[in-house]
C-alpha cells in the first residue's frame, strides 16, 4: 500500500488489491469503465460544488415533513 495507514486508499492502492480484482471479475466490472465512472463522478462533484448544476443556489432547504410526506 502506497499511502499512509490513516489515510483513505487510492483508487490506485484498491485497484491493486488482489481481492479489489477478484470481486471486479466476478461481478464483471472493468477497470477502464470503473475509471471512467470514477472520472464522471469527479466532474459531477465539482460542477455541483462550483454552481454549475442548474441548480438555484437561492433556494430554501426543503422542509423535512414535505420530504418525510413525498416520500411516503
Do not use: H, K, Y
Not at 488482489?18 to 466476478?26: A, F, T
Not at 477502464?32 to 441548480?55: K, M, V
Amino acid at each position: 500500500m502506497t499511502t499512509p495507514v490513516f489515510a483513505e486508499p487510492t483508487v490506485e492502492d484498491m485497484l491493486a488489491d488482489p481481492i479489489v480484482r477478484l470481486v471486479m471479475q466476478r461481478d464483471g466490472v472493468e477497470e477502464a469503465e470503473l475509471r471512467l465512472t470514477l472520472r464522471r463522478l469527479a466532474a459531477a462533484r465539482t460542477c455541483i460544488r462550483n454552481g454549475r448544476d442548474g441548480r438555484a443556489r437561492s433556494a430554501p432547504a426543503p422542509d423535512a415533513d414535505a420530504v418525510a410526506a413525498a416520500e411516503g
